[in-house]
T-cell receptor
Framework: RKEVEQDPGPFNVPEGATVAFNCTYSNSASQSFFWYRQDCRKEPKLLMSVYSSGNEDGRFTAQLNRASQYISLLIRDSKLSDSATYLCVAVYAGKSTFGDGTTLTVKP | GAGVSQSPSNKVTEKGKDVELRCDPISGHTALYWYRQRLGQGLEFLIYFQGNSAPDKSGLPSDRFSAERTGESVSTLTIQRTQQEDSAVYLC???????????????FGPGTRLTVT
């Protein structure tokens, strides 16, 4: 079993749709969590940190459930430009473990 | 300001040769990370530096891989006697120092695409 698991997708949604991704992590001692997005053949870029209380940044909402050891990302009102691979990350003692990513394609 | 830079951007080498990949982190970032990403796959952690020391080398796939960092700045990842399975994009990232219980976000360089023929 991988330390961080994501549904690889692909998720194909129409513009304006709401889409949610989940990510589970196996190390209960993980301390910090992030979501990154990665465009094709580009480096990952930070999308948002994930806080215990949940946090929102515009159309994006991240949640952390420590009891069940999963994090989620909700994207509202999807745009064509949201098409990318979304990577979740769990960090413990400085070591970041990335999931393999969930691919999202937003279609007109 | 300047982001993380990596060189070369592309490297083609023959099987059995040694290669050296370079990473220049963001100024002031004392934490530095190396990852490997094979085509169509996720990021594989290789090594992490805090300052010039590497508390965690657990991700290095074999003793052909080594990395060093000097002056709390530039880092080099060396792969000796390259094999075809080493072909991948090698990504470097940097971040601010960790504080107790808090890890800062990482900023990635554009990567070095290594092809071993």
């Amino acid at each position: 079993r991988k330390e961080v698991e994501q549904d690889p997708g692909p998720f194909n949604v129409p513009e304006g749709a709401t889409v949610a991704f989940n990510c589970t992590y196996s190390n209960s001692a993980s301390q910090s969590f992030f979501w990154y997005r990665q465009d094709c053949r580009k480096e990952p870029k930070l999308l948002m940190s994930v806080y215990s209380s949940g946090n929102e940044d515009g159309r994006f909402t991240a949640q952390l459930n420590r009891a069940s050891q999963y994090i989620s990302l909700l994207i509202r009102d999807s745009k064509l430009s949201d098409s990318a691979t979304y990577l979740c990350v769990a960090v413990y003692a400085g070591k970041s473990t990335f999931g393999d990513g969930t691919t999202l394609t937003v279609k007109p | 300001g300047a982001g993380v830079s990596q060189s070369p951007s592309n490297k083609v080498t023959e099987k059995g040769k040694d290669v050296e990949l370079r990473c220049d982190p963001i100024s002031g970032h004392t934490a530095l990370y190396w990852y490997r990403q094979r085509l169509g796959q996720g990021l594989e952690f290789l090594i992490y530096f805090q300052g010039n020391s590497a508390p965690d080398k657990s991700g290095l796939p074999s003793d052909r891989f080594s990395a060093e960092r000097t002056g709390e700045s530039v880092s080099t990842l060396t792969i000796q006697r390259t094999q075809q399975e080493d072909s991948a994009v090698y990504l470097c990232a940097s971040s601010l120092s960790r504080t107790s219980g808090m890890t800062y976000e990482q900023y990635f360089g554009p990567g070095t695409r290594l092809t071993v023929t």
